[in-house]
């Protein structure tokens, strides 16, 4: 791509962004100048990075109704300083009630998780998502079609990172103090846009091994 390419695909973005102020000024909801004071969304979504997997459109929201962190593979990992304060502020300020951890089938973080060839520093995260398959080699070795294979992964991956999040204090202090916090997990389907629930849902600590459930 060459100097000429590069400024017209800016400048398509300044076209994009003409349209939208376009919009913006011609509703007439009074919706956008109620959102320049403030958010008060109801839904984190943490969600992969991929372009094809917006939450606004999956999740038919409007703008200010979701709050999003995204990352590879919708990774929920403890030591995340930038996950951790994206939660922190949604549990405790903005007072959400539900968070979803959405992955979704073709994710490509998964599958190269799956493989033994290099990428770069991107290999650092991937390791996570390996600990979820040693977690679970041996139902995953039994999938002979690569593709089947990835996506059971990828389901398996969101219920791991669901645990991950119920597991933090955030969250378990939130339920301690009476916060209505349930949160789930979802696999997209990119193909149809279906958003899939995994029946993966936890509203409290009850039945968790104690090592985990905080008092």
């Known amino acids: 791509m060459g100097q000429k390419e590069l400024e017209t695909g800016f400048n398509q973005i300044l076209e994009g962004n003409k349209d939208w102020m376009n919009f913006v000024e011609k509703d007439t909801t009074g919706r956008f100048q109620q959102l320049s004071k403030g958010q008060s969304p109801e839904i984190l979504w943490i969600g992969c990075a991929d372009s094809r997997v917006p939450a606004n459109e999956l999740t038919g929201k409007k703008p200010g109704e979701v709050f999003v962190h995204r990352n590879i593979a ?4 403890h030591s995340d300083m ?3 304060a994206v939660l922190d502020y949604a549990v405790n300020v903005l007072k959400v009630k539900h968070i979803i951890v959405a992955g979704h089938y073709g994710c490509g973080g998964v ?3 799956l493989s033994s060839q290099q990428y770069g520093i991107i290999d650092n995260w991937l390791c996570h998502i390996k600990d979820v398959y040693r977690l679970h080699a041996e139902e995953i070795d039994q999938i002979q079609d690569v593709e089947e294979k ?3 992964l990828v389901e398996l991956n969101v219920k791991e990172q669901v645990f991950n999040l119920t597991s933090t204090s955030i969250v378990q202090n939130a ?3 009476g916060a209505d916090l349930a949160i789930h997990g979802m696999v997209i389907n990119i193909g149809t846009g279906q958003l899939i629930d995994l029946d993966t849902t936890f509203t409290n600590n009850e039945g968790m091994a104690k090592v985990f459930a905080y008092k």
């Open 74 to 77: 919708n990774m929920c990992v």
């Open 82 to 84: 930038s996950m951790l």
């Open 111 to 113: 599958a190269a998780s």
């Open 150 to 152: 990835a996506n059971k």
């Open 175 to 177: 339920w301690k103090n």
